[in-house]
């Protein structure tokens, strides 16, 4: 079964679908020796090169990973826009011919959850339901609100008549001059809490998204440390954005008969044991 590249690339974790194209206007993909065109189709047997590296396509599903990863305000997710952005990928997991793909990540000043996957099509889903995803953050506010900042705030309207779904607002402690809020959102992404910040007149002295969709951020994860989500948690990832179970779906298991194939060709061919010299093959009650 033929799939357009840029789906097969992306599923794989290898790129973006943005970026397959890119590579494609740019002549740097190729199939089987042939320069790529936008929706070429891929089947299992083709041969792709990426400025003429071969590109490793093993199955999609078979090792998809998701990870939570604590980002310290500041650090950049993307490769090469910070002198920092090299040691954030030093601190990820290694995947063999795959990237980590973000989903919904933060703005470079703000910190906390990030949610990354090496399955192109998991992250693309997610980020088509994010509005309707229930997104808690941390917010540090300066001061001690009054109440009416508070409400504006619970409101969820931002200026120029705009606004956000919230769900909740509690208080969370604090110390000093500051004041800790759990505000917990439908969709609601880093910058819009900003402007609702603004809107309501408090001041905003730190930002941290703890929780996206189903997934909160452990508070014993440490800064610029990650961990990989459990496979319980890695299904309802998958049934929340509508997609299959991928250790049951075609491409998993056509690659799981390759697999098993394979491995009996090779016992097929493997020869047989001979029989040691002077053994005695006749019947056993023959010398009685």
Same mark, same amino acid.
């Given at each position: 079964?033929?799939?357009?590249?840029?789906?097969?690339?992306?599923?794989?974790?290898?790129?973006?679908?943005?970026?397959?194209?890119?590579?494609?206007?740019?002549?740097?993909?190729?199939?089987?020796?042939?320069?790529?065109?936008?929706?070429?189709?891929?089947?299992?047997?083709?041969?792709?090169?990426?400025?003429?590296?071969?590109?490793?396509?093993?199955?999609?599903?078979?090792?998809?990973?998701?990870?939570?990863?604590?980002?310290?305000?500041?650090?950049?997710?993307?490769?090469?826009?910070?002198?920092?952005?090299?040691?954030?990928?030093?601190?990820?997991?290694?995947?063999?011919?795959?990237?980590?793909?973000?989903?919904?990540?933060?703005?470079?000043?703000?910190?906390?959850?990030?949610?990354?996957?090496?399955?192109?099509?998991?992250?693309?889903?997610?980020?088509?339901?994010?509005?309707?995803?229930?997104?808690?953050?941390?917010?540090?506010?300066?001061?001690?609100?009054?109440?009416?900042?508070?409400?504006?705030?619970?409101?969820?309207?931002?200026?120029?008549?705009?606004?956000?779904?919230?769900?909740?607002?509690?208080?969370?402690?604090?110390?000093?001059?500051?004041?800790?809020?759990?505000?917990?959102? =439908?969709?609601?992404?880093?910058?819009?809490?900003?402007? !609702?910040? #603004?809107? $309501? @007149?408090? &001041?905003?002295? %730190?930002?941290?998204?703890?929780?996206?969709?189903?997934?909160?951020?452990?508070?014993?994860?440490?800064?610029?440390?990650? =961990?990989?989500?459990?496979?319980?948690?890695?299904?309802? !990832?998958? #049934?929340? $954005? @509508?997609? &299959?179970?991928? %250790?049951?779906?075609?491409?998993?298991?056509?690659?799981?008969?390759?697999?098993?194939?394979?491995?009996?060709?090779?016992?097929?061919?493997?020869?047989?044991?001979?029989?040691?010299?002077?053994?005695?093959?006749?019947?056993?009650?023959?010398? %009685?």
């Amino acid at each position: 079964m033929s799939e357009r590249i840029q789906k097969v690339l992306a599923r794989a974790g290898v790129g973006s679908r943005r970026e397959v194209e890119a590579w494609i206007r740019a002549g740097r993909l190729s199939i089987n020796g042939v320069p790529a065109a936008l929706g070429a189709q891929l089947g299992p047997r083709d041969k792709v090169t990426l400025d003429g590296r071969p590109v490793r396509l093993r199955a999609p599903d078979s090792d998809t990973r998701v990870i939570i990863y604590h980002r310290t305000p500041g650090r950049n997710l993307t490769p090469g826009d910070s002198p920092d952005s090299g040691q954030f990928l030093d601190r990820l997991p290694r995947r063999a011919g795959r990237r980590w793909v973000p989903i919904s990540p933060l703005p470079p000043n703000d910190g906390g959850l990030e949610l990354l996957t090496s399955d192109g099509d998991l992250a693309q889903a997610l980020m088509r339901k994010l509005s309707q995803l229930r997104i808690e953050f941390a917010i540090r506010i300066h001061g001690e609100p009054r109440p009416e900042q508070l409400e504006r705030l619970k409101s969820g309207l931002l200026d120029d008549d705009e606004s956000i779904a919230i769900e909740s607002l509690e208080a969370a402690g604090g110390e000093g001059a500051n004041r800790w809020y759990t505000l917990v959102t =439908r969709g609601g992404r880093a910058r819009d809490v900003r402007r !609702l910040c #603004a809107a $309501a @007149g408090v &001041e905003l002295s %730190r930002l941290m998204r703890v929780g996206l969709g189903p997934v909160l951020m452990d508070r014993s994860l440490a800064r610029e440390r990650s =961990r990989s989500l459990g496979l319980g948690e890695t299904m309802e !990832l998958y #049934a929340l $954005a @509508g997609l &299959e179970d991928p %250790r049951k779906s075609p491409s998993r298991r056509r690659f799981e008969r390759r697999t098993v194939s394979r491995a009996s060709a090779r016992v097929s061919r493997a020869p047989r044991n001979p029989r040691r010299k002077g053994r005695v093959t006749g019947n056993r009650n023959s010398d %009685r």
